[in-house]
């Protein structure tokens, strides 16, 4: 015998009645549903909000956005969206993970800060504008239509201010300073400082406090050269922890001990400032001198 087919039930469609917090207004909506099959379907990312999938109990609905709920599992997705933080009609920002690429390589390209977005469940297209190293958390800034990507970059460099924190090892004599070299890098892909050209990086820094073994800082780019953070605190003697590629030699963090706190850019269309704000994991922090294992 033929084994009955079995159908799919459809997706649930609604319109939020009021402002209030995701599962609250689902909930109000679903008086029928039992509160786990509810957020059963926020976990396995099957609610969305006007086309952005989440999995936040608390997400923010305004009345008269659309919810959906795909009754049927959601296929794999390359892993969980990293959290958004801001978003608009134009641009939307991440706050992204360490380890996490931004774009693909020709060794990954399933796992991709882009590629999640991408696959979230999202409408419409978004577009690079620009990069974090992979093992470098925060701020990371997408735009929704290739011509707003190509304002932001048109003037990036004048128009932007990016600030980091960063854990470096050992203790710096100079407590603040500013690192202009020009860059260039070799066939295997490490970036150094040349006296003989290659392209300007500029790089300040001011350190927070250290606790004698290491030292935590804020640095602040005027160029986004590749890795140029990275080069310069391990010029100065003071490489980033976890950065075993740039002369570190402890890591106990168990990551790069990088992260990018701070982008505030001049609005495309408002034409407005826009300050966008990444704080860093709980695990970010100062480590104790007893924790400078290799």
């Given at each position: 015998?033929?084994?009955?087919?079995?159908?799919?039930?459809?997706?649930?469609?609604?319109?939020?009645?009021?402002?209030?917090?995701?599962?609250?207004?689902?909930?109000?909506?679903?008086?029928?549903?039992?509160?786990?099959?509810?957020?059963?379907?926020?976990?396995?990312?099957?609610?969305?909000?006007?086309?952005?999938?989440t999995t936040k109990f608390d997400y923010p609905v305004k009345k008269g956005q659309l919810i959906s709920i795909r009754q049927a599992?959601?296929?794999?997705?390359?892993?969980?969206?990293?959290?958004?933080?801001?978003?608009?009609?134009?641009?939307?920002?991440?706050?992204?993970?360490?380890?996490?690429?931004?774009?693909?390589?020709?060794?990954?390209?399933?796992?991709?800060?882009?590629?999640?977005?991408?696959?979230?469940?999202?409408?419409?297209?978004?577009?690079?504008?620009h990069r974090l190293d992979r093992d470098t958390s925060g701020v990371l800034l997408f735009a929704k239509s290739r011509e707003i990507?190509?304002?932001?970059?048109?003037?990036?460099?004048?128009?932007?201010?990016?600030?980091?924190?960063?854990?470096?090892?050992?203790?710096?004599?100079?407590?603040?300073?500013?690192?202009?070299?020009m860059l260039r890098e070799t066939s295997t892909h490490l970036v150094y400082s040349s006296p003989y050209g290659g392209k300007r990086?500029?790089?300040?820094?001011?350190?927070?406090?250290?606790?004698?073994?290491?030292?935590?800082?804020?640095?602040?780019?005027?160029?986004?050269?590749?890795?140029?953070?990275?080069?310069?605190?391990?010029?100065?003697?003071?490489?980033?922890?976890?950065?075993?590629?740039?002369?570190?030699?402890?890591?106990?963090?168990?990551?790069?001990?990088?992260?990018?706190?701070?982008?505030?850019?001049?609005?495309?269309?408002?034409?407005?400032?826009?300050?966008?704000?990444?704080?860093?994991?709980?695990?970010?922090?100062?480590?104790?001198?007893?924790?400078?294992?290799?």
């Open positions: 015998m033929k084994k009955p087919i079995r159908k799919t039930k459809p997706d649930i469609r609604f319109t939020a009645k009021s402002d209030s917090g995701l599962l609250d207004c689902v909930k109000s909506e679903l008086t029928g549903f039992p509160s786990g099959k509810i957020k059963s379907f926020l976990k396995h990312r099957q609610i969305s909000v006007d086309g952005v999938s599992p959601v296929p794999e997705s390359p892993g969980p969206a990293p959290d958004i933080m801001y978003e608009d009609d134009w641009l939307i920002a991440i706050n992204k993970p360490a380890g996490l690429l931004t774009v693909a390589t020709d060794r990954e390209k399933e796992k991709t800060a882009y590629r999640m977005l991408k696959d979230g469940g999202r409408e419409g297209h978004i577009f690079v504008v990507r190509d304002v932001l970059q048109s003037s990036w460099e004048d128009a932007v201010k990016r600030e980091y924190l960063a854990i470096c090892e050992g203790v710096f004599e100079q407590k603040s300073g500013r690192c202009d070299t990086a500029i790089t300040n820094y001011e350190v927070i406090r250290d606790n004698g073994l290491y030292s935590l800082v804020r640095v602040w780019i005027e160029t986004g050269r590749k890795n140029q953070i990275r080069v310069h605190l391990s010029e100065l003697g003071h490489p980033v922890v976890g950065d075993k590629k740039y002369g570190a030699k402890s890591n106990p963090l168990g990551r790069l001990g990088l992260h990018a706190g701070l982008l505030r850019i001049m609005h495309p269309v408002t034409n407005t400032p826009l300050i966008l704000e990444a704080k860093p994991g709980r695990k970010f922090k100062l480590p104790a001198r007893a924790n400078s294992q290799k």
